[in-house]
């Protein structure tokens, strides 16, 4: 299992040790741009066409309720690859 396929592991799981590096990783392998905010302060957000923006607080650990929206991403993004492979 690769470094990778542990992480979505611990994103699956709801890990609440999880750093926001490690999210940002998450988000640029299925696409999303990171972009700071322009007055300098902690939230990130995160861009990619034809999504919902999604904005984080750059603290670690990060707080469950963003874990939980990484996750709903994952499962989309997944259930997307699956279905342009069955084409």
Not at 20 to 40: A, I, P, Q, R, T
């Amino acid at each position: 299992m690769s470094q990778f396929d542990k992480l979505l592991l611990r994103i699956y799981m709801l890990d609440k040790n999880l750093r926001f590096d490690e999210l940002k990783k998450v988000l640029e392998h299925y696409g999303y741009v990171m972009k700071g905010s322009s007055s300098g302060g902690s939230h990130k957000t995160f861009r990619k066409p034809g999504c919902p923006l999604i904005t984080i607080p750059q603290h670690d650990p990060i707080k469950a309720v963003y874990v939980e929206m990484i996750k709903e991403i994952v499962e989309r993004e997944e259930e997307n690859n699956e279905e342009k492979e069955k084409r």
